[in-house]
């Protein structure tokens, strides 16, 4: 949600990037012998980072955050999210906003509290005017299908309603495949984003500049 200004600057990019020239290849997984191939003189590591799935959800029917915000919409009319930092949050916003009615459970005494506070309390305002139920304090006990127990910071245990839609968002880790096996065969190596480990976009982009002006 609210995050067309990152679409349209990724185009922007791609843009760029053609018109510089580059070899842009996408569709293809890049590994060790493909990489061995182009005998580069250092090669820079963006593969990202994926959410996070507990152990404690084997058995659940749930989505990642990213696989329901890719589908567009989740049918029924019940939707919890469970995790409620940014993106458990915005994730709510999103699915409030298509006439859902929420539920947005988080361990933490706050919701949303990794989020910039000028943008975060705008967001309280939306998620409260869109109906969304917060439950911060709040710790799962037991989920099973889509049933979810949880308890309060006192301890003091309920099940929720059975709900239709459980959208997982409780944070990623990182995603690097390829560093120590690019070390082991000779590569020069430098990892920037969120295979460091999860980051902001602005955080991101200057390690990426950092890594091209030491070229």
Known sequence: PHKGAYAAWG???????????????????????????????LVILA??????RPGFLQGAETLTAEEALAAGDVSGKTVAILGGGAVGAET???FASRGHAV???????EIAPDMEWRTRKFLLQR???????????????????????????????????????????MGYQPHDPLSARLADAGHEVRRIGDCNGPGLVLSATAQ????????
């Open 47 to 52: 593969t990202g980072s994926r959410p996070v």
């Open 127 to 169: 998620l409260e005017s869109a109906g969304v139920t917060l439950l911060p304090n709040t710790r799962i006990t037991a989920i099973a299908g889509r049933n979810i127990r949880v308890a309060d910071a006192r301890g003091r245990e309920r099940q929720l309603e059975a709900q239709d839609a459980l959208i997982v968002a």
């Open 92 to 94: 709510a916003e999103f």
């Open 103 to 109: 539920t947005l459970v988080e361990l933490r005494n």
């Open 11 to 41: 185009r922007h990019l791609e843009a760029q990037i053609r018109e510089l020239g580059i070899d842009l290849r996408t569709g293809v997984e890049a590994d060790l012998p493909l990489i061995d191939a182009l005998h580069p003189d």
């Open 208 to 215: 990426a500049l950092e890594a091209v002006a030491a070229l």
